[in-house]
């Protein structure tokens, strides 16, 4: 069996903003070969890394992406969690197009990029994936499109330009016959599902699990078989024996 890996999730959470371009950058110089973001779109169909459903945690401010156009969002500030050791307190909202220009400075790293379920409600999946595949298509190489919303995702399939990857919270649904057929290279899996010291290995994709920021449980899940750990605290994680990724 191959050595897991470790995420760099929403980029660098632990130290900078999540789902900032300085946490993602801060990311891939402490070593992450793999990051993953999420994608949501403004009310003029600008998509832009954001993770929440409303704006307050993050942005301290009313309402929720899609109620605002992206020269409004632009005015906001991105806060990180005052509870963490942070580098950077602060950071503007990103568009994906400024995520772009990064994963162009990383050409050996993967790049999960999560549609948002509330974009699809709010736009449809036809819109959202039509705002985003444009943007990726430079980098389409390094980028696999996850998403809990299934129908997205087929859309992606069938436009057949990027590997794809569903999220799912229970393990248990990885036998769901819609996502069986959709055939994804990637499962993405919250760990608490998991049956505790069982192996855990997915036919035909690449297991993934969210989320920990404790070295000895992502040793343990990867001796159990999962391909990849999710960590708000990529830095930290990947200075620890057995989490480089070697």
């Given at each position: 069996?191959?050595?897991?890996?470790?995420?760099?999730?929403?980029?660098?959470?632990?130290r900078y903003p999540e789902n900032?371009?300085?946490?993602?950058?801060?990311?891939?110089?402490?070593?992450?070969?793999?990051?993953?973001?999420?994608?949501?779109?403004?009310?003029?169909?600008?998509?832009?890394?954001?993770?929440?459903?409303?704006?307050?945690?993050?942005?301290?401010?009313?309402?929720?992406?899609?109620?605002?156009?992206?020269?409004?969002?632009?005015?906001?500030?991105?806060?990180?969690?005052?509870?963490?050791?942070?580098?950077?307190?602060?950071?503007?909202?990103?568009?994906?197009?400024?995520?772009?220009?990064?994963?162009?400075?990383?050409?050996?790293?993967?790049?999960?990029i999560e549609l948002k379920r509330?974009?699809?409600?709010?736009?449809?999946?036809?819109?959202?994936?039509?705002?985003?595949?444009?943007?990726?298509?430079?980098?389409?190489?390094?980028?696999?499109?996850?998403?809990?919303?299934?129908?997205?995702?087929?859309?992606?399939?069938?436009?057949?330009?990027?590997?794809?990857?569903?999220?799912?919270?229970?393990?248990?649904?990885?036998?769901?016959?819609?996502?069986?057929?959709?055939?994804?290279?990637?499962?993405?899996?919250?760990?608490?599902?998991?049956?505790?010291?069982?192996?855990?290995?997915?036919?035909?994709?690449?297991?993934?699990?969210?989320?920990?920021?404790?070295?000895?449980?992502?040793?343990?899940?990867?001796?159990?078989?999962?391909?990849?750990?999710?960590?708000?605290?990529?830095?930290?994680?990947?200075?620890?024996?057995?989490?480089a990724g070697e």
């Amino acid at each position: 069996m191959s050595q897991g890996d470790l995420v760099a999730h929403r980029g660098y959470p632990f130290r900078y903003p999540e789902n900032s371009v300085a946490g993602v950058q801060a990311a891939l110089a402490a070593g992450a070969r793999y990051v993953e973001v999420d994608v949501q779109l403004s009310r003029d169909g600008i998509p832009l890394l954001f993770h929440d459903r409303d704006l307050r945690r993050l942005c301290r401010q009313p309402g929720a992406v899609h109620d605002y156009d992206w020269n409004q969002l632009q005015t906001f500030t991105l806060y990180g969690e005052t509870d963490q050791p942070l580098q950077v307190a602060r950071a503007p909202l990103a568009a994906l197009s400024d995520l772009v220009a990064v994963i162009k400075t990383a050409p050996a790293a993967c790049f999960f990029i999560e549609l948002k379920r509330v974009a699809v409600e709010q736009f449809g999946a036809t819109a959202v994936v039509d705002a985003v595949l444009p943007i990726l298509q430079p980098v389409a190489g390094q980028c696999c499109v996850i998403s809990y919303n299934l129908p997205a995702l087929q859309q992606v399939r069938q436009r057949g330009e990027l590997p794809i990857g569903v999220v799912v919270d229970e393990w248990a649904t990885r036998h769901d016959p819609a996502i069986v057929e959709l055939q994804p290279e990637f499962l993405f899996c919250n760990l608490a599902s998991l049956p505790a010291d069982e192996p855990v290995q997915l036919p035909g994709a690449r297991l993934v699990v969210f989320e920990t920021v404790d070295p000895q449980q992502a040793r343990q899940l990867m001796a159990q078989g999962v391909d990849l750990v999710e960590t708000f605290a990529i830095g930290e994680m990947r200075q620890q024996p057995g989490l480089a990724g070697e």
